[in-house]
């Protein structure tokens, strides 16, 4: 179905949940964008710090917006309560401690319209909470690109695409059979996958317009010397389907696959705490199982950088061993830091 831009309207979904101190600057980003055929959906995700009466604060000094309050579900189940209210041909999401520059949703609705492109995306950066520029996560492109899907999920297995949906314009339709998978905590990345499956491709807008705020007590940031988030089950089980995927239907990603597979295996042992380490542990144990029987494809991927395979060929020998000398590594290369900032 064809969509003409003044004919489109944009439903922007912000999932809340105890964003007090940032959800204004977000709602204020969304409601001044130059593009005003906006539904705005904030869905409280059952806050206990006061954020859900701001909501209810800022729909009534704007009439696109819409407040529906639940109880604490995760994000996923926030975007999808959204989703399902939304009454706008294409949808967009903002994390509520982000926030994005005026002409987003117009420049987005002008490239879906002129192209016919059922997914358009915007580029990103990285802030910290005083607003100071962070490494790009993800280089945007020189110029408007259209990267069609396998190429799409080629990048994505190498960590250089977005898998973020809050820099991206969906043509509602693709959700009519689609949700995001609840109870996880990269979830993006799951739904992303299954939806490039079913169009030809995403239309990429170079410019930066679209701010993720680093938050040191974001969901996935929280954590004791003991707590593991679960978000690196997820990347490693997400890296299983992606495998699937890819076998079943992009024969020509296999080895970039089985370099995802392994890169994401990396992360999980770099980041779960020793006490965790031990043959109690059943995930921990599959884990440790796939390195071992995966040694000749770490010695010979060709994705994966030297210091990759050196970790990952030590961490498939002695993964506690190694973790403890990464742990000092890592705390000596922070007191220096320390030591050089206050030298």
Known sequence: MEVCVDEMKI?????????????????????????????????????TDGTGRLCDKLAGQDERI????????????????????????????????????????RKMAELATKGQYPVVQISRDERDEEGNRLPDVCVPPEKVRFCDSETFLKELLLHQADCSFCTKLIRK????????????????????????????????????GYHVVCRSDST??????????????????????MQEIVDRSYPALHEHAVRFNLYQRLDYLLHIPLSQMSGKNDFYKRVKRYLRKHIGDTVRNPYLTEKNKIYLLLLTAAPKSVRRVHGWKMRFAARRQVDKGTG
Request: net charge negative; with cysteine; glycine share 8%.
């Open 66 to 105: 819409r407040v529906y309050h639940k109880e604490n579900g995760g994000a996923s189940s926030a975007r999808n309560l959204g989703i399902g209210k939304a009454s706008g041909s294409y949808i967009g999401f903002v994390d509520s401690d982000d926030y994005i520059d005026a002409d987003v949703y």
């Open 220 to 241: 996935t940031r929280k954590r004791s010397a003991d707590s593991f988030s679960r978000v690196f089950l997820d990347i490693v089980e997400n890296a299983d389907r």
């Open 173 to 208: 339709e693709l959700f009519e059979k689609r949700r995001f998978p609840e109870g996880e905590l990269n979830e993006d990345f799951k739904l992303l996958v299954e939806l490039l499956t079913g169009i030809d491709g995403v239309a990429i807008l170079p410019e930066q």
């Open 11 to 47: 439903s922007v979904i912000v999932p809340v949940y105890n964003t007090l101190h940032c959800l204004e600057r977000c709602v204020d980003s969304i409601c001044g964008q130059t593009f005003k055929d906006l539904e705005i959906i904030l869905v409280d995700d059952g806050s």
